[in-house]
């Protein structure tokens, strides 16, 4: 085995078999000739790849892996680490992408060759793309050696995908292997704060797309932000993190339109961006910041008497302040800046003289309440800030736009980033704030109760400046009309009927059954259905199907997590009519059978399908038998803190298909029963919730 050869985990093992990880410690001990560990830990032992390869090859369990699979393997279990191995990557595509001639007699030679001839060509590539200080420094040749084969496996996905999907793919894998390693700005959330930025200036609008033209973002971190901008002339980045500096700016240079001079001009700087800006004097049309939280040590000390406070020092505790005057200061007048800020920032005593000064001179055009689950920490609703340099005219009476775009969960839904509907948190946000930044508007903007309101600043300017959107919104109206509550009251009293009529027969005792068994991964290999793991990838407008939707018995309420075309995931899973999906995650035995109004939709994650083959298996006896406690039970495992379901160790009883199909009927009458229990414990809820508001607010009448 060569030295430099790839290691992979037992994880990475099983998702090569497309087995659990149970199975290959199965493996381990029952095979004498399973290949020996060549490094890790005793509790998290790695084995080289090359070996684990021949090994399942040789005893029939290697699954089809995708190519992108394959080559993600190589990147986790590279020698030097996964960081390493994805800035290699990234600038070898940089290369395939911008010179794919370059690429191709480079790639011609023997490994060690091409490790030595890489480096020139990877130089001239930077010095087009990033220009002099780059934040991805040109690796060495011996650097480069042990990553040959990763960079040949990497170019052979780009030409299947395309170069910026193939390092897009890889990047998300690493963000979703060490979520708490990184600042995660969701797509969602960064494509909304670029449409905030976009109309910074008459020249960006004119400039089409989401785009301000000359775009700063002070604290990139992964790049999410500048790659939601639209056509820009010029992006400027600075992050602390050496590593997350070269991969963004690589991340960057990929999801530009056009090659080198062709594409926008590309400036990545790497430091502590408070105590060391590295673009002092810029000044730009839009600046975009999702600034790190409740910093303590951001320079309060030495950075005292910096020009950049002109709204105020802000305290020890006001690190956001302090990194809103930063984004203020490298705009150009009229420029917008969109900074994301924990809800606290609003309200803090700390920072209400900055707030009052930001109001005053009319810097703060906005405070944007979203939904808990837009960013980490997922369960704090975070705010936006949208800020505007001050110019020579001012508006006689200035405002403040506030905006609550977090929607009321009915009573007991959960509520989290997998809930978030980006399409209609977006839709309120622009409505409210389209009208508002109109040019030359001279009409009051329409007051939404319980959604946005433009506030006379001197409304605001008092002891406090809390500037809480929900501390300024008139009370959205509360539907808890005497008539809507009668229509709530007939549809529970016709479902409370619904339930009766279905309420199952008193239970006939009988002997425990004794019949031969068989589990899902068997019948999988038979032939006799089909299992898939969800990706979460949609189809144009097609809803997905998500875990909430599955346990709650809704309608697939999910939106996609990335466009078809771009989805490094592959195609989306479409459900069919007769699918049976049951979740991964959690432990519970839920089963849900896919009906006609359900298809179409696409499989969400975290979700696995078993589409039976009709002749041999009926759809609704598999599915009940998938829910039994005692089946569930024996096919969890309880690693972390999660409970995880193994489908294919399910087991289903061997019987005749007419006897299937006896057991089915009985159980798609349990699921009709329990759809009625679920819609009246739903519509009873909703009318004890309105009979208190309709009381509380005078709109219903005590009796």
């Not at 037992?10 to 560990?37: C, E, M, Q, T, Y």
């Not at 969602?188 to 775009?215: F, I, K, Y």
């Not at 920032?345 to 003289?353: E, H, L, P, T, V």
């Not at 089909?530 to 407008?541: A, F, I, N």
Request: with cysteine.
């Amino acid at each position: 085995m060569p030295d430099n050869s790839t290691e992979v985990t037992a994880a990475g093992i099983a998702r090569l078999a497309g087995v659990g990880r149970a199975a290959v410690s199965n493996w381990r001990r029952r095979h004498a000739d399973f290949p020996k560990p060549v490094g890790g830990t005793e509790a998290s032992p790695s084995f080289a790849l090359p070996e684990v390869e021949d090994w399942l090859r040789d005893q029939g369990k290697l699954a089809e892996v995708p190519l992108r699979e394959r080559v993600w393997q190589q990147v986790a279990g590279h020698p030097d680490g996964a960081v390493t191995a994805l800035v290699h990557t990234g600038c070898a595509l940089l290369l395939v992408r911008d010179r794919p001639t370059a690429w191709l007699e480079i790639t011609a030679v023997s490994d060690a060759r091409m490790a030595g001839v890489l480096p020139g060509a990877l130089d001239h590539v930077f010095t087009a793309r990033f220009g002099a200080g780059r934040a991805v420094p040109t690796p060495t040749a011996s650097a480069l050696l042990p990553s040959v084969p990763l960079l040949r496996a990497a170019a052979e996905l780009a030409a299947e995908t395309g170069a910026r999907q193939a390092f897009d793919f890889l990047f998300r894998r690493q963000l979703d292997a060490n979520p708490r390693q990184y600042t995660l700005t969701p797509p969602g959330l960064a494509e909304l704060m670029a449409d905030l930025a976009a109309p910074a200036r008459e020249a960006a609008r004119q400039n089409g797309g989401r785009g301000s033209r000359t775009v700063l973002d002070p604290a990139a971190g992964t790049g999410a932000l500048l790659c939601a901008v639209g056509r820009p002339t010029a992006l400027y980045a600075q992050e602390a993190d050496p590593d997350l500096a070269a991969l963004t700016a690589l991340r960057l240079a990929l999801h530009s339109e056009g090659g080198g001079a062709d594409g926008p001009a590309l400036a990545v700087r790497t430091g502590d961006t408070l105590r060391t800006d590295a673009f002092p004097g810029l000044a730009v049309d839009a600046v975009l910041c999702h600034p790190p939280f409740n910093e303590r040590n951001w320079g309060h000390d030495e950075l005292a008497y910096d020009p950049r406070w002109e709204y105020g020092f802000p305290a020890r505790t006001e690190s956001e302040l302090a990194w809103v005057q930063h984004a203020l200061a490298h705009l150009r007048e009229g420029g917008t800046a969109v900074v994301l800020m924990p809800p606290a920032a609003a309200s803090r005593r700390s920072g209400r003289r900055i707030r009052a000064d930001l109001l005053r001179r009319g810097a703060l055009r906005a405070v944007i309440a979203l939904p808990a689950g837009a960013a980490p920490p997922y369960g704090i609703p975070l705010h936006i800030w949208v800020l505007r340099k001050p110019g020579t005219e001012q508006p006689s009476t200035p405002e403040l736009l506030v905006v609550d775009a977090a929607e009321p969960e009915p009573a007991g839904a959960p509520s989290g980033r997998d809930r978030l509907d980006w399409p209609a948190v977006r839709g309120a946000v622009l409505d409210a704030w389209t009208p508002f930044d109109a040019p030359g508007r001279r009409e009051p903007v329409e007051e939404r109760p319980g959604t946005s309101r433009a506030v006379p600043v001197i409304e605001l300017l008092d002891d406090d400046v809390d500037l809480a959107p929900a501390r300024h919104l008139p009370p959205p109206a509360t539907g808890a009309t005497a008539a809507e509550l009668v229509r709530v009251r007939e549809r529970l009293d016709e479902t409370l009927k619904l339930t009766t009529r279905l309420t199952p027969p008193p239970a006939t005792p009988c002997e425990p059954a004794r019949r031969p068994y068989t589990t899902v991964g068997e019948l999988a290999r038979a032939g006799a259905l089909h299992l898939r793991t969800g990706t979460g990838s949609g189809s144009g407008t097609a809803p997905v199907l998500t875990e909430h939707d599955v346990l709650s018995g809704t309608a697939p309420s999910g939106t996609p997590s990335t466009p078809p075309a771009a989805s490094p995931e592959g195609a989306p899973i479409l459900l069919e009519p007769g699918d049976v999906v049951v979740p991964v995650i959690g432990g519970g035995s839920v089963a849900r059978v896919v009906d006609e109004a359900t298809a179409g939709a696409a499989l969400g994650r975290n979700l696995q399908l078993l589409r039976p083959d009709p002749a041999a298996l009926d759809p609704w006896f598999l599915a009940g038998f998938l829910r039994g406690t005692a089946n569930n039970r024996q096919a969890s495992s309880y690693a972390s803190t999660a409970t995880r379901l193994d489908a294919r160790r399910l087991q289903v009883p061997r019987l005749p298909l007419a006897e299937q199909r006896t057991y089915g009927e009985q159980f798609s009458a349990l699921a009709a029963f329990e759809d009625a229990l679920r819609t009246a414990g739903r519509l009873g809820g909703q009318l004890v919730q309105g009979m208190y508001d309709g009381l509380t607010d005078g709109s219903v009448a005590p009796k």
